[in-house]
């Protein structure tokens, strides 16, 4: 389709009259040109699919026209580019015969022909390699890529996924709980409890098809007059571990913080970390916050008449419980931990 040439546009050399004539007549010609444009645009687009449909459909006729069917069958000279099939694979000609029967695909091969049949699929994540002639399934040779990340929040057998060959597991042990505060006469907040250790470890699978993951619990906040209690241990079978952190110990004294948790230790793996150890109540009163582990903050430090913040991440501590007078309260539960596994080709 034609577009509609636009009006003279106007010059700095018009006069006034010249110019607001040529300036209303371009301007108003506009919207037509705008409506013209846009659907010689959609034609070319239509256009371009037509002629992309018919190069697919004449590239499908060419590959149809030049097979020859069963090599056994075939007499005198063939010409390239001509495909055969031959002992269940497809063959293409790559230089022309004076006789097709004197050269058989798969024999002499390197020379004249070339194996194009896409091999049976396989195990999933294949692909797809060749020798020079022929094509092959298998498991990609250099190996690496990401295959998946499974998540541990409780105990449990990790099961190797396919085509697995290194694993990276990740793990924290449980947090400790925070301590309570005391129910007669407290101005001190109760401490916060310990974070777990953390470990990291790459590990060769290739002979593994599973094994057992244990998560540690969170060590559970103390009562007013109580300690918190500790967290538990996480393991990835005997590869690696890492302990719970400490509970928060309750003050027996009116105006002092018992003793904030110990974090635990990662140990077996090629990175080992100490978790975060909580902090000591304060007179005011605010408590003591739970210890950060390698995956976040433990419970927040809160003030009077408050029991204590959970842990937050993942192995974190538990925070103190606040105090009032002769009212006590309860510390904060210290996070359970986690096994992250990733896995590799």
């Given at each position: 389709?034609?577009?509609?040439?636009?009006?003279?546009?106007?010059?700095?050399?018009?006069?006034?009259?010249?110019?607001?004539?040529?300036?209303?007549?371009?301007?108003?010609?506009?919207?037509?040109?705008?409506?013209?444009?846009?659907?010689?645009?959609?034609?070319?687009?239509?256009?371009?699919?037509?002629?992309?449909?018919?190069?697919?459909a004449a590239e499908a006729a060419l590959g149809a026209a030049n097979f020859k069917g069963e090599w056994s069958t075939l007499t005198g000279a063939l010409a390239i580019p001509a495909s055969v099939s031959h002992n269940d694979s497809v063959w293409v000609l790559t230089q022309s015969l004076a006789d097709v029967t004197s050269n058989e695909p798969g024999v002499d091969s390197p020379n004249y022909?070339?194996?194009v049949t896409i091999p049976p699929a396989g195990t999933s994540?294949?692909?797809?390699?060749?020798?020079?002639?022929?094509w092959t399934s298998a498991a990609p040779a250099g190996g690496g890529s990401l295959l998946r990340q499974v998540v541990f929040t409780s105990s449990g057998t990790w099961t190797k996924g396919a085509n697995t060959k290194y694993i990276l597991v990740q793990?924290?042990?449980?947090?400790?709980?925070?301590?309570?505060?005391?129910?007669?006469?407290?101005?001190v907040g109760g401490a916060g409890g310990?974070?777990?250790?953390?470990?990291?470890?790459?590990?060769?699978?290739?002979?593994?098809s599973s094994t057992t993951v244990t998560i540690g619990s969170g060590g559970s906040g103390g009562a007013a007059d109580n300690?918190?209690?500790?967290?538990?241990?996480?393991?990835?079978?005997?590869?690696?571990?890492?302990?719970?952190?400490?509970?928060a110990i309750y003050s027996t004294a009116q105006s002092r913080s018992g003793d904030p948790g110990s974090g635990g230790s990662g140990s077996g793996g090629n990175v080992n970390i100490t978790g975060g150890g909580g902090t000591t109540?304060?007179?005011?009163?605010?408590?003591?916050?739970?210890?950060?582990?390698f995956f976040g903050g433990g419970g927040r430090s809160v003030v009077f008449t408050s029991n204590g913040v959970s842990g937050q991440a993942p192995g974190s501590g538990?925070?103190?419980?606040?105090?009032s007078g002769n009212a006590g309260f309860s510390g904060g539960s210290g996070a359970s931990g986690l096994v992250i596994v990733w896995e590799y080709a």
């Open positions: 389709m034609a577009i509609t040439p636009l009006p003279p546009a106007p010059e700095p050399t018009d006069s006034t009259s010249q110019f607001n004539t040529k300036a209303f007549a371009f301007v108003a010609a506009l919207d037509d040109f705008v409506t013209e444009t846009n659907a010689l645009a959609v034609q070319v687009d239509a256009d371009a699919a037509t002629a992309a449909s018919g190069a697919e022909w070339i194996n994540g294949n692909v797809l390699t060749s020798d020079g002639t022929n793990g924290v042990g449980g947090g400790g709980g925070g301590a309570g505060s005391r129910s007669v006469g407290a101005n310990g974070a777990g250790g953390y470990f990291s470890e790459f590990i060769d699978v290739t002979s593994v300690n918190g209690s500790d967290g538990g241990n996480t393991s990835f079978d005997s590869y690696c571990s890492a302990t719970g952190g400490t509970g109540g304060q007179s005011g009163p605010s408590s003591g916050a739970g210890g950060a582990s538990g925070g103190g419980a606040g105090a």
